[in-house]
């Protein structure tokens, strides 16, 4: 009986040493992780993270998180690399498609292996309407412009490395993704006569064109009321589009603007060269008016109630060339400042009401019928003298 209590003491002793003598190091573990809810949404990127919580007893060699647009993510899916160690980190998922739900994980790796955290989900935010159909018509616009610019070059051999330089940038086969990914395109919105928003919508090939594109978009934002206001009709296009930068030279008509950067303009023409500016709302008016004196008319009105806030001539600062009222030899736009001097703001605005409903056309003489327009809105005792300028105008 003694032997057993000393037996059982013994054992005690011998479990005590052990558990004393076995103060080992403690487990290697998993680390612990969660992932950090996301943040700052937009068309193809969002904010992420995790927190590391628990190390697991072992250094941790990565850490990130790990998305697809399937349940679950791993590694193996698209993931991020973060600075390794314990506590928050912030990562940016990026190269995400617009208006596409994604799944999430944080991850963490240590001397264990790899763990998990929760999963969130996340949808991306999607284009505008406006900006979908533009981004729907990219490629097609992309191959139009390297058509067209290689065309250009032949009749301009002055400017034929500049022609070069945008074939060339046109035809990088990533282009097309980096304008999607570099969500390279400006937006907002005007209020039309009407009431209605319109968007304007600037998209360029290179974010060194960011600036001077949203700048452009400003532009147009300012430009659409007057012109509005001046033809008394509402723009009949649901947007304006600024195809900003693809381009040498300039085109515009039916909601659409082909701008040149401004840059390269800059730095192809003289400093007499006439302001970008003007040049914009030039194009954005071909979508009311096709004939180009008449259009020249608007671009000009357009920048100087703009710049000067007034509709008097005489207080104009922009002209496009010098300009000397009355004088024999007025031509084309020139005329029409004649003309305007003639029959007033108003009814230079109603004469234009009318002539925007016969459509006269781009690289067409005007017509008998555009040319009474204004006639009608002279008072008695000058109509003879608009009708001499018209007579000597060549419109
Ligand atoms: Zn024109």
Redesign the pocket.
């Known amino acids: 009986m003694k032997s057993i209590k000393y037996f059982i003491q013994n054992l005690f002793i011998l479990l005590l040493i052990l558990v004393i003598g076995c103060k080992k190091e403690p487990p290697i573990i998993l680390p612990e992780i969660s992932t950090t809810v996301i943040t700052n949404i937009t068309n193809t990127s969002a904010t992420s993270g995790g927190t590391i919580t628990n190390d697991g007893n072992s250094p941790i060699w990565s850490r990130g998180v790990c998305w697809s647009i399937n349940e679950n993510p791993t590694v193996l899916d698209n993931k991020t690399s973060d600075e390794s160690g314990i506590g928050v980190f912030t990562t940016s998922i990026t190269g995400l498609t617009p208006n596409t739900t994604y799944y999430v994980r944080a991850y963490a790796r240590n001397s264990q292996g790899l763990n998990y955290g929760n999963e969130v989900c996340f949808t991306t935010k999607n284009f505008s309407p406006a900006l979908s159909e533009m981004l729907n018509s990219l490629p097609n616009i992309i191959s139009w412009e390297i058509a067209n610019l290689q065309g250009l070059i032949e009749r301009n051999p002055g400017v034929a490395v500049l022609i070069q330089e945008k074939i060339d940038m046109l035809k990088r086969p990533a282009l097309y993704n980096e304008i999607i990914e570099g969500n390279f395109f400006a937006e907002d919105s005007v209020t039309s006569v009407n009431g209605r928003h319109i968007p304007i919508i600037a998209v360029f090939p290179l974010e060194i064109m960011r600036h001077d594109a949203s700048q452009s978009v400003t532009w147009i934002k300012n430009a659409l009321p007057i012109l509005e206001n001046f033809m008394k009709t509402q723009m009949r296009y649901n947007y304006e589009r600024i195809w900003y930068g693809f381009i040498i030279g300039n085109?515009?008509g039916g909601g659409a603007a082909y701008m040149e950067d401004k840059y390269t303009y800059e730095s192809r023409t003289t400093p007499n060269r006439l302001p970008y500016e003007a040049i914009l709302y030039?194009?954005l008016s071909?979508s009311y008016i096709g004939n180009?004196s008449l259009?020249?008319f608007l671009e000009v009105y357009i920048y100087n109630i703009i710049h000067t806030g007034s509709t008097d001539i005489q207080l104009w600062t922009y002209l496009r060339q010098p300009y000397t009222a009355y004088k024999a030899g007025n031509t084309g736009v020139y005329a029409l400042f004649d003309i305007y001097q003639l029959i007033g703001h108003d009814g230079m605005s109603e004469a234009y009401k009318e002539l925007y409903s016969l459509n006269p056309m781009?690289g067409e003489p005007l017509s008998t019928e555009c040319k009474q327009v204004f006639i009608n809105q002279a008072p008695e005792n000058q109509k003879n003298n608009v009708s001499a300028i018209l007579e000597a105008a060549k419109l």
């Open positions: 085109k515009g030039h194009e071909h180009e259009n020249q781009y």
